[in-house]
């Protein structure tokens, strides 16, 4: 037997002249897409409200799920509603990028099920999704959006027939006229007769001036009728009012919270959709374990730190410092760096405290507090910051790093110091310590210092960087090594550039990346990304967001980072 999926809802009562009848307003989801027009007060808010509890009268988890973009709040308590899988607001550009991400794969995922057949067919397994937009206006009108305005056209042309129908509310036609062929469902209420006749392409006569009473036209047939009339045309229809929602003691909450196996300890529903929640103001370490979303992995890690979660599925994006030795953290001044190198720093030190710290900073101490954190927990390390005097030789910071270097990691002949002349004078034959280098001695070297980006011709940053570094990288996994470069400059050598950007294997961008990509990305590991497609992908960044980039398998994952104890 051929199925027919509807998703049908009663939301009102017509008044149709030419049959002499009244008779309910019914509107299928699977058919078709609704457009709803008003004035302030017109009811508009109710009438979404009262076709949301509709839904969770006749559906369940395992047949709708529901999208809303709040651009005005109205909807703001259906957001733990059971079948509400994400709601937004536009408080955060990025949520309202992230939602049509979410709805594009859907679509792509849906019409891969269903091939040449419709979702009102039946012939796949698939999850209805409806998806809200109030204040249409507020989105259209916002220039930040416009590289979603044509996702949403297309959402609303492509997805009814695919099993994703749209419903928006707006107070005017301004800048909507192009989506409302894709709307089969329009209703318009408290306005004038002009605006009336601007919607639905026809002269309407006056109503008395209400909230909930205006104009739709049919969509679904009427019962027993034995007259004739025009199904487009636009009809007097008087809107119902929602259940009460904020009521608990009242009828719809009671049978809802007992059909949803509502939790009143947890405050949570027992049976609901998967949830794409918002990210608290910071993420602390209790919110990211109470958010994450942990898919399957095949390849188990050995060294693993969690760093923050991607703003799309909210799984956890960690560095697995057992298989990555070389990190590069980039971006503004005070915009989280210190924070982003504190939970690696924590979460390596947690799992591994035999570690030693070797902290490379210059003259503005950013790390001298974290040197002495770890310091008094008991951790070995050392702190290089200060130009320091021995056997009578003045050292810069970077000449006191390669001397450490040499005497404890590994044996730098004269030519690694190029022409460092205050070394040569302290090993004037590439003279060590006699330790045996042979000795594991794991290590994290984290690199602060501007000296190491600093091109001088012979200089000790070029040679750190084109002689020293890719040997201890070579060593690294032998050897137990990390490199974090916890504040990377702009590297103007091209020898150098090439060198570092090959080594490093993760990176981390705290700042807008269509900015940063625009004006340093040819000098970093981000030079190969096009800004055009970055402004339209993704949003700037608060504070406590970045990017998550798998140099080696180019992926890129905007994220919240983990706020630091």
């Known amino acids: 037997m051929e199925k027919n999926i509807q998703i049908k809802s009663i939301l009102g009562m017509y008044d149709i002249p030419e ?34 509890n509709c839904l969770h009268k006749k559906c369940t988890p395992n047949t709708e799920q529901i999208f809303i973009l709040d651009f005005s709040g109205a909807l703001r308590d259906y957001e733990n509603f059971p079948l509400i899988s994400a709601y937004y607001d536009n408080s955060n550009e990025e949520y309202v990028k992230r939602i049509f991400k979410i709805l ?55 997805g009814r027939s695919k099993g994703i129908s749209i419903v928006f509310t707006a107070t005017d036609t301004k800048g909507i006229n192009r989506y409302l062929l894709s709307f089969e469902q329009k209703i318009a209420l408290n306005l004038s007769s002009e605006k009336y006749s601007e919607i639905f392409s026809e002269k309407v006569g006056d109503i008395v001036s209400a909230s909930g009473r205006g104009y739709a036209n049919v969509t679904e047939k009427l019962k027993n009728v034995t007259g004739t009339f025009n199904m487009n045309k636009p009809y007097e229809v008087q809107i119902l009012l929602s259940d009460n929602i904020k009521d608990r003691n009242s009828h719809f909450m009671k049978c809802l919270e007992l059909k949803f196996k509502y939790d009143s300890e947890s405050g949570t529903y027992g049976k609901q959709v998967k949830k794409y929640v918002r990210f608290p103001q910071d993420l602390t370490i209790k919110e990211f374990d109470r958010l994450a979303q942990y898919p399957d992995i095949n390849e188990k890690p050995i060294l693993p730190v969690d760093i923050g979660l991607d703003y799309v599925e909210f799984s956890p994006m960690s560095v697995d410092f057992g298989r990555t030795r070389a990190v590069a953290v980039y971006g503004k001044k005070e915009f989280g760096k210190t924070n982003l190198l504190s939970v690696l720093l924590a979460g390596i030190t947690k799992k591994r405290p035999d570690y030693r710290i070797i902290f490379f900073d210059d003259g503005r101490n950013q790390l001298n507090d974290l040197y002495k954190y770890y310091y008094n927990q008991g951790i070995n390390c050392e702190i290089i910051s200060k130009f320091k005097t021995d056997d009578n030789i003045k050292l810069s910071p970077i000449q006191q790093f390669y001397k450490l270097i040499h005497e404890e990691y590994m044996n730098l002949d004269p030519a690694g110091y190029g022409n460092d002349e205050e070394l040569l004078k302290i090993y004037p034959q590439g003279y060590s310590s006699g330790l045996n280098y042979d000795e594991k001695k794991p290590t994290i070297f984290v690199i602060q210092s501007k000296s190491a980006y600093i091109y001088v011709k012979y200089g000790t940053a070029e040679n750190f960087m084109l002689n020293v570094l890719p040997q201890m990288i070579d060593l690294s996994e032998e050897n137990d090594y990390i490199f ?45 990304m096009d800004t055009k497609e970055l402004k339209e992908e993704y949003a700037k960044c608060e504070l406590g967001d970045g990017y998550f980039y798998d140099v080696e398998a180019d992926t890129l994952k905007k994220v919240k980072f983990i706020k630091s104890d």
Not at 499 to 521: H, M, P, Q, W, Y
Request: charged fraction near 25%; proline fraction near 0%; hydrophobic fraction near 40%.
């Open 19 to 52: 049959i002499q009848r009244q008779d309910y307003f019914e509107v299928d989801l699977v058919k078709s897409n609704i457009a709803i027009f008003g004035s302030s007060m017109s009811g508009k808010t109710n009438l979404v409200s009262l076709l949301i």
């Open 104 to 158: 594009e794969t859907i679509l792509k995922d849906n019409t891969k099920a269903l091939g040449s057949s419709n979702f009102q067919s039946g012939d796949a397994d698939i999850l209805h999704t409806t998806f809200i937009i109030e204040n249409l206006n507020a989105f259209v009108d916002e220039g930040r959006y416009s590289a979603y305005h044509e996702k949403f056209g297309r959402l609303a042309r492509d």
């Open 484 to 528: 974090i470069f916890s504040d990377v400059q702009k590297i103007t050598d091209i020898n150098m550039r090439e060198v570092f950007n090959s080594t490093i294997k993760t990176a981390f961008l705290l700042d807008n990346i269509a900015e940063f990509a625009e004006d340093r990305g040819k000098t970093s590991v981000f030079g190969e």
